[in-house]
């Protein structure tokens, strides 16, 4: 039975303050075989992007490999570029400050941390000061919305985390079948705390684990589907959970829930504008038209996009350095010369799939 906790109480440990609870580290995962099309838990063994006939279509794979990898390399470079003079994005609500200092205390508790990112930009999901905070607690890395991607893009993915010796758990969150395995999986990983305490004549208790990342990557829904209910507010915008809450999942497992954290600075504007792209972060904080034109000229230059792609859906010509000017014809065409309504479609097409799934970045090599 999943009962949900109010307050910040910590579980099996009155002699803890009752505003703290449980942390995470470098991974350090055994396999976890997973059948499941919502969940799938990528290893040493598992397919690379390279397995999957991703490459080059002359049969050379290195060839075809070093291809991609410029090609990504060069849209890093254009979109520094593109944002150097653009009003740098920066978002910082006073709940995420509060929460951050809750959170790193309640890091101290835990037995592992469930990290969960944007599978669309799992870098730019990245949180700079997660690995100081979490030190060595055991971390799982979750890739969100697999849905969301393409088959080659996830496959890149699990080769670049399988040689980093990292194991990666890709998640739909909006489906249930499969999420019990992440929960398994955390149970899994920290079993020990369980055998130290029979060691010390202590009876064991449950598996505390807390779910973190940055606004609007899932989290709460995550949760939801590992409970089978609605326990934590969820919706698809930056910004609905502002508080920590500690949930129970039947008897030897508890979650934490926790608001999206961002640094109180985003020096990378590249980053920022991918997650505004995403709507990974409140809309407040940047120009939609400015946003909506780079992500234009990011599309141009995606292989699996492409120019052709927009002038088929919105029978206007573009290239990969007019995104503004196509968005003023986009307005003119369709919204009687809303520049902002024009951008926001765009925006919307992006995130409903409307140009086919993709992500915005691959990792370098």
């Known amino acids: 039975m999943s ?53 080059n279509p002359s049969g050379n794979l290195f060839d075809g490999f070093q291809e991609e990898s410029d090609h990504w390399s060069d849209l890093d ?49 990245s949180h700079p000061q997660m690995d100081v905070w979490l030190g060595n607690r055991k971390r799982i890395l979750v890739l969100n919305r697999e849905d969301m991607i393409s088959t080659a893009d996830r496959n890149a993915w699990a080769d670049y985390f399988t040689r980093n ?45 807390g779910i973190v990342g940055y606004p609007n990557v899932g989290k709460s829904s995550l949760i939801n589907r590992l409970l089978k209910r609605r326990m ?17 999942f039947g008897n030897d497992l508890e979650l934490l829930d926790s608001p999206g954290i961002l640094p109180m600075r985003i020096s990378d504007q590249s980053a920022a504008i991918k997650l505004a792209i995403c709507d990974d972060i409140g809309e407040r904080s940047y120009d939609v038209a ?21 002038r088929k859906r919105y029978k206007i010509d573009v290239d990969s350095q007019s995104g503004k000017i196509f968005i003023e014809k986009l307005a003119v065409r369709i919204f009687n010369g809303d520049v902002h309504q024009a951008a926001f479609r765009v925006l919307a097409d992006f995130r409903k799939g409307k140009f086919g799934w993709t992500a915005l970045e691959r990792p370098s090599r």
């Open 3 to 55: 009962v949900q906790l109010s307050g910040l109480w910590v579980p099996n440990s009155p002699s803890i303050p009752t505003n703290f609870l449980p942390n995470r580290g470098r991974f350090s995962v055994s396999a976890l075989s997973s059948q499941s099309p919502t969940i799938q838990i990528i290893g040493v063994g598992g397919p690379s992007w390279r397995d999957n006939g991703y490459g």
């Open 77 to 125: 470079t254009d979109l520094y570029h593109w944002t150097k003079t653009l009003r740098p994005v920066q978002w910082f609500p006073g709940h995420i400050a509060k929460a951050e200092k809750e959170l790193k205390e309640q890091l101290k508790l835990m037995d592992v941390v469930i990290e969960v990112r944007d599978g669309r930009i799992p870098m730019s999901t």
């Open 165 to 209: 010796g990292t194991k990666v758990v890709f998640s739909n969150g909006k489906l249930g079948m499969g999420t019990m395995k992440l929960g398994r999986l955390a149970k899994e990983l920290a079993a020990d705390v369980n055998v130290k305490r029979r060691a010390k004549g202590l009876l064991p208790r449950a598996i505390r684990a």
């Open 232 to 248: 934590c507010p969820a919706a698809p915008r930056p910004g609905v959970t502002r508080e920590l809450r500690w949930v129970r």
């Open 290 to 310: 400015d946003v909506a034109a780079i992500l234009v000229q990011m599309l141009t230059k995606l292989p699996t996009v492409g120019g052709d792609t927009l």
